[in-house]
Each structure stands twice: as C-alpha cells, then as structure tokens.
C-alpha cells in the first residue's frame, strides 16, 4: 500500500527548475533511498515533498490525501517527520530540551516518548542534559532523528543523515534507520554513501539532472553495472 507517492514534481529555486518531473514513491513499512550525483535534485526532491520548495507543477499524495502546497508543520501533525542535512539541531538547548522540543505538537506522554528514544539511542542516556551543540557529530544526528520520531510519525524523511560521520558512527545510523522501519515507520532517504544505504534499503532511485534515471529493488540496483561504475565507485 501506498504511503507516500509523489508524481511529476517540477520545481526549483529563484524561478530554477532544479526538479524536471520526478516521480518517487515509498510503500507502508519500506525503507526507500534516493541516490545519485551532487546536484541530480535528490535534496531538493525531499524539501519538496514536505513543502520546502515551491512547485510549479506535480502532486504529493500522503496516506491518500493530497498534500501538495500544505505548509511543512501541518505535515508533521498528520504523521511526517523530516531530519535536514545541517542545522539539525538546536545547538545552545540540551539534548533534552531537543527532544521535548520535538513534541511541541503532542506534548502529552512525552516522557514516554523519551525514553523511547533512548532505546533507540543509548549513547544520549547520559547525555540529556548536555547541550547539542557539544555533542559528536554522530551524537547530534542521533538527537536529530531522536526529535523528529517524538511526534511518532508514519514516514521519516533523512537528508544526508551519515554525512560528516565516522564509519563507526555511519554503521550505526544504518543500524538505527533498520529499527525505526522496523517498528513500523516507513523511511525515505538521500545518502551519498549510495552502497550502505541500498544494503539497508528496500527499493531505490536513481536521479540525475533532475529526472528520474532509474529505479527498481535496491539489490538490482546494487547488481546493475551501470549503477556500479557511476554511483558506487566500480
């Protein structure tokens, strides 16, 4: 079943039309990546599906209601998390204070909701009231994706979230991003570390100049040579 589905999206930046009509679709319970060059508009794709980025042309459909054009906060309300690249955190407010903020919308059962994330992520136990600024870059992706799963959604969106990060802590983003899916919440993700991300993916895309290039299960885009030589370094 369809969870997110996104057809034909055309739009850009300054009257730039980074997108030329992607199409790009995440089933319930699947763990989706986008691959591809820098500037093939995977990014840019995402901001636009949770309303970031104006669109000349295209629809969004989440959870079968149309979403195109509504604003990124009535997004998150009806079940969309999204984690960005950078500025991911509010850098001077504990971890903490992170993760409440994370639960502005719902603020009821937030200590459950943190202790949740806890589990998720041990490594933040003993450092709630640390702020997040001071943290390791792997640390603060773990309190990034920690705030955006306090309002539990249904599909989380991750920008770039292993970029910057050591391989130990890469591996366990990855790791991570397997439990999330697997407690039942569909991932859509940009990676440029393309083979760990389709080792733990379920289906891919292959964008390029703002078009989709290819797409299919994320093990034959792994075995495809084409995708090989021009994505995954040979």
Same mark, same amino acid.
């Given at each position: 079943?369809?969870?997110?589905?996104?057809?034909?999206?055309?739009?850009?930046?300054?009257?730039?039309?980074?997108?030329?009509?992607?199409?790009?679709?995440?089933?319930?319970?699947?763990?989706?990546?986008?691959?591809?060059?820098?500037?093939?508009?995977?990014?840019?794709?995402?901001?636009?599906?949770?309303?970031?980025?104006?669109?000349?042309?295209?629809?969004?459909?989440?959870?079968?209601?149309?979403?195109?054009?509504?604003?990124?906060?009535?997004?998150?309300? !009806? *079940?969309? $998390?999204?984690?960005?690249? /950078?500025? @991911?955190?509010?850098?001077? %407010?504990? &971890?903490?204070?992170?993760?409440?903020?994370?639960?502005?919308?719902?603020?009821?059962?937030?200590?459950?909701?943190?202790?949740?994330?806890?589990?998720?992520?041990?490594?933040?136990?003993?450092?709630?009231?640390?702020?997040?600024?001071?943290?390791?870059?792997?640390?603060?992706?773990?309190?990034?994706?920690?705030?955006?799963?306090?309002?539990?959604?249904?599909?989380?969106?991750?920008?770039?979230?292993?970029?910057?990060?050591?391989?130990?802590?890469?591996?366990?983003?990855?790791?991570?991003?397997?439990?999330?899916?697997? !407690? *039942?919440? $569909?991932?859509?993700?940009? /990676?440029? @570390?393309?083979?760990?991300? %389709?080792? &733990?993916?379920?289906?891919?895309?292959?964008?390029?100049?703002?078009?989709?290039?290819?797409?299919?299960?994320?093990?034959?885009?792994?075995?495809?040579?084409?995708?090989?030589?021009?994505?995954?370094?040979?």
């Amino acid at each position: 079943m369809s969870l997110l589905r996104a057809v034909g999206l055309v739009g850009g930046y300054g009257g730039v039309d980074i997108l030329q009509g992607v199409d790009i679709e995440v089933n319930a319970g699947e763990i989706v990546v986008i691959i591809g060059p820098n500037g093939a508009g995977k990014s840019t794709a995402m901001k636009a599906i949770f309303g970031l980025v104006a669109l000349r042309s295209g629809i969004t459909v989440f959870d079968g209601v149309d979403i195109t054009g509504v604003p990124s906060d009535r997004l998150v309300a !009806a *079940g969309m $998390g999204y984690v960005p690249q /950078e500025r @991911n955190v509010f850098r001077t %407010l504990s &971890v903490r204070e992170n993760l409440e903020m994370g639960a502005f919308q719902k603020p009821a059962n937030v200590r459950r909701k943190v202790a949740e994330v806890l589990a998720l992520f041990p490594p933040l136990a003993e450092k709630l009231d640390q702020a997040a600024g001071e943290l390791s870059g792997g640390q603060r992706q773990m309190v990034a994706m920690g705030r955006a799963l306090m309002m539990e959604p249904r599909l989380l969106l991750l920008d770039e979230p292993t970029a910057g990060l050591s391989p130990l802590y890469m591996d366990q983003i990855f790791e991570r991003i397997i439990a999330i899916n697997r !407690a *039942g919440v $569909g991932v859509l993700l940009v /990676e440029q @570390n393309a083979r760990q991300a %389709l080792a &733990v993916a379920h289906r891919g895309y292959v964008l390029a100049t703002g078009r989709n290039r290819m797409t299919g299960s994320a093990s034959a885009l792994l075995a495809n040579r084409e995708v090989a030589e021009s994505f995954l370094g040979g």
